[in-house]
């Protein structure tokens, strides 16, 4: 059974700091990159950042320089350090695992930045 689970979601004044992790397990297929989407209220879903299995990393222009992104490969997880948070960054941030064949999604976990 595939499970993909994030955690570390949370409420945050603006300026502040937050760290996802989402633990993929149960997928059978090879792992060929991992990343975070996020969705706000009203718009579509958009990327956050990705990690390739070799390290190969890709954000968004708007996150570039606050957020990094970072895996363990061992352990099929990954993680997102968010710094410098802006209300803007208020969403639901979901993981995302990528297979050869197909990708898997978590549950999403609420990211809320106050002014």
């Known amino acids: 059974q595939v499970q993909v689970v994030e955690s570390g979601g949370g409420l945050v004044q603006a300026g502040g700091s937050l760290r996802l992790s989402c633990a993929a397990s149960?997928?059978?297929?090879?792992?060929?990159?991992m990343g975070w989407y996020r969705q706000a209220p009203g718009k579509q879903r958009e990327l956050v950042a990705t990690i390739t299995r070799g390290g190969t990393t890709n954000y968004a222009e708007s996150v570039k320089g606050r957020f990094t992104i970072s895996s363990d490969n061992a352990k099929n997880t990954v993680y997102l350090q968010m710094n410098s948070l802006k209300p803007e960054d208020t969403a639901v941030y979901s993981c995302?695992?990528?297979?050869?064949?197909?990708?898997?999604w978590g549950q999403g976990t609420q990211v809320t930045v106050s002014s």
């Open positions: 149960g997928i059978v297929y090879s792992i060929n990159a």
């Open positions: 995302n695992v990528m297979t050869w064949r197909t990708g898997y």
